[in-house]
């Protein structure tokens, strides 16, 4: 039924990620936005503050379903609309030479990338020249930095009209507005069955002997990781997938496989200072797939596992177009 008197009314609960990207969605759309984050300032309590940031569909494929490459793909157009910072260098895949039949695997299980020999990988990243024989390269990828592209969605909301309340728990179902939708993360486990956590512990290092253009993903043979460029010479390495629910700090274990591996692909980092050690937990369902879940007003946008900036876009396009579908929006 029209309503030409008042623009819909949409709350998003959460502000990471997935609400703020789904908060845009549907202010674009004319929404009446109001965001209400638990946290006392962006990003506190968010898992997406310690993600990777890749934008990297064909590389996920290798070990997650076609939903996750079809679904990424949006997000490489996404992205660079609504975060300047967005870089679209493609990622790179290398091996230890002795583990060079794990490429082979790589290639079989993905799609649109360039195999490159010793003299190709020391043209993409001359860092890295004479030790890697071969790799992979994904030209169509990209990354960006979380932190700086969740603030620019957070700085872009009040120009479409949003309002954020920080510092507010907030019981989806007791809110009273057109549409509500839930981006909770983990936090929503008590209302979504099958909802868990995955732990996942990361490094973000200052390695200014280090030079890396694009994300580069080592598949070490005992400890895969992937290294993402950063500002002045920081760089995100990362990171472990743990099936516990643990919240604590991250482990030693843990710390020393991710730096170990980081200076087997390059042995400079064993020089890079540690500017933060962190860990949180991932919100999953049991296909590692995310979820929109109806009850009533409220939509739930959740299971984003290891592909918040990846998936977000796509699922929030279908979140906006689900909750607005029986509003007619006056712009």
Do not use: K
Not at 203 to 211: E, F, K, L, Q
């Amino acid at each position: 039924m029209s309503r030409p008197d008042r623009r819909t009314r949409i709350t998003v609960v959460g502000a990471g990620v997935a609400g703020l990207v789904a908060a845009i969605e549907c202010a674009e759309r004319g929404a009446e936005v109001e965001i209400l984050e638990r946290a006392p300032v962006l990003g506190a309590r968010a898992c997406s503050w310690l993600a990777g940031g890749m934008l990297a569909p064909w590389c996920e494929r290798e070990s997650a379903e076609p939903a996750v490459e079809e679904g990424g793909q949006f997000a490489l157009d996404w992205w660079p609309r609504h975060y300047a910072g967005t870089v679209q260098q493609g990622t790179l895949v290398v091996a230890p030479p002795r583990d060079e039949g794990d490429i082979a695997r790589f290639a079989r299980r993905t799609r649109e990338h360039v195999q490159l020999d010793a003299s190709g990988v020391a043209r993409l990243e001359p860092g890295l020249a004479g030790r890697f024989r071969q790799g992979l390269f994904f030209p169509r990828e990209g990354h960006l930095d979380p932190r700086l592209a969740l603030a620019a969605l957070a700085a872009a909301l009040p120009r479409l009209g949003a309002t954020f309340r920080f510092g507010v728990e907030a019981d989806p179902m007791a809110i009273e507005a057109d549409g509500v939708l839930d981006c909770r993360g983990f936090a929503a486990r008590g209302s979504l069955p099958g909802l868990r956590g995955v732990r996942g512990e990361m490094a973000i290092v200052r390695a200014p002997g280090v030079t890396l253009s694009r994300p580069v993903r080592f598949l070490h043979p005992r400890f895969p990781l992937y290294i993402v460029p950063r500002a002045d010479s920081h760089f995100m390495i990362g990171a472990t997938m743990i099936e516990s629910e643990h919240a604590g700090p991250p482990t030693a274990r843990s710390i020393m496989e991710l730096l170990n591996a980081a200076f087997t692909l390059h042995p400079a980092f064993g020089e890079a200072e540690i500017v933060e050690l962190d860990a949180d937990l991932r919100p999953a369902f049991a296909d590692n797939l995310p979820h929109l879940t109806r009850q009533g007003r409220v939509l739930a946008l959740n299971g984003m596992y290891r592909h918040g900036f990846l998936l977000s876009p796509a699922l929030a396009r279908e979140a906006a177009d689900q909750i607005l579908q029986s509003e007619e929006i006056l712009i």
